[in-house]
């Protein structure tokens, strides 16, 4: 499984930006998918995820401004983060539990996003 992540950089306050995670190595169709972050000095938290299905799930502190949404077709999962804020400051990870045990993942990369005020 591969999962390669886009779309991070430096935003200002109030903006928006549009990551990407492209997959490979798996049936994406039937994969679970979600968005992870990891701020400096703190643990990586979950922001969103997206069943197989389509059913969403966010992160407190990102409902009403982050969007997750996946397109079969290609094979990706989108995060579109409207209304940041500079505590949204984090590298951004792609992950699946494609194939894995209850609370493991694959691992895409990272992409930072860094929101100024």
């Known amino acids: 499984v591969q999962l390669q992540a886009s779309g991070g950089g430096l935003v200002q306050a109030g903006g928006s930006l549009r990551l990407s995670c492209e997959a490979s190595?798996?049936?994406?169709?039937?994969?679970?998918m979600g968005w992870h972050r990891q701020a400096p000095g703190k643990e990586r938290e979950l922001v969103a995820a997206?069943?197989?299905?389509?059913?969403?799930n966010y992160a407190d502190s990102v409902k009403g401004r982050f969007t997750i949404s996946r397109d079969n077709a290609k094979d990706t999962v989108y995060l579109q983060m409207n209304s940041l804020k500079p505590e949204d400051t984090a590298v951004y990870y792609c992950?699946?539990?494609?194939?894995?045990?209850?609370?493991?993942?694959?691992w895409g990369q990272g992409t930072l996003v860094t929101v100024s005020s």
């Open positions: 997206i069943t197989r299905i389509g059913t969403q």
């Open positions: 992950a699946t539990n494609w194939q894995k045990m209850p609370g493991q993942y694959h």
């Open positions: 190595g798996m049936i994406f169709s039937l994969a679970n």
